[in-house]
């Protein structure tokens, strides 16, 4: 459900620099401990099913003790922290509803969604992969909003595989004033998330 403010009440979208100060808490890099590690198979399903299995020291997964590389992602815990730290009021929303209400998902059973924060709402798009049941669903809830959260700057540098700069000579490497990944920058106190919201702020959060 989308919120929205009442007649003549003001809102970020009034206020320039409290709303992009607010979105560039979005695009602070998460610190170490709140990065996980996805596993993900290197061979077809068919030939990774016959590989030897054990407890994975990297991720603390069962799976295939050979052909895995991790990929750092940010889990759903991590993400709604972040969320609720820039925008108690952000929302999300299935772009279709099927016949009893639910999200609508596609030919291939992802679901294609809105993200809403502080007034801006973007597209994203989930999918659970071979996952089924509830955890099907609740994985691509969590997909999608990192999908669209990254729309916004959030963990972009985790989805980001190659240099984010290259210089006038052509050298890649670490945009100017950028941190090293993983190292979160020291944002002003205000800007840190964990923003100290007031009760008036609160209360123009109707659902």
């Avoid at 922290?81 to 639910?102: I, K, S």
């Avoid at 809105?114 to 969590?142: C, F, M, N, Q, S």
């Avoid at 190292?183 to 205000?190: A, G, M, R, W």
Wanted: with cysteine; net charge negative; glycine share 10%.
């Amino acid at each position: 459900m989308t919120n929205k403010p009442e007649a003549g009440q003001m809102t970020l979208l009034d206020m320039p620099q409290e709303f992009i100060r607010r979105m560039d808490m979005l695009r602070v890099p998460f610190s170490e401990n709140m990065i996980s590690k996805l596993p993900k198979p290197t061979l077809p399903s068919d030939k990774m099913r016959d590989l030897p299995k054990g407890k994975c020291d990297v991720c603390g997964g069962y799976h295939a003790t050979r052909n895995i590389i991790h990929l750092d992602y940010v889990g759903h815990a991590a993400l709604t922290d972040r969320l609720n730290a820039v925008d108690p009021c952000w929302t999300w929303e299935p772009l279709a509803y099927d016949e009893h209400g639910l999200p609508r998902y596609d030919h291939v059973g992802g679901m294609w969604g809105r993200l809403t924060i502080l007034g801006v709402t973007r597209l994203g798009y989930g999918h659970a992969g071979d996952k089924k049941g509830g955890d099907a669903i609740k994985e691509i809830i969590g997909d999608f909003l990192r999908n669209a959260a990254m729309r916004f700057g959030c963990a972009l540098d985790l989805w980001h595989k190659g240099d984010w700069w290259v210089d006038d000579d052509g050298v890649a490497g670490q945009k100017p004033k950028d941190q090293p990944k993983g190292k979160t920058p020291e944002p002003p106190p205000d800007d840190k998330p964990g923003y100290d919201w007031s009760q008036e702020e609160r209360d123009t959060c109707k659902t």
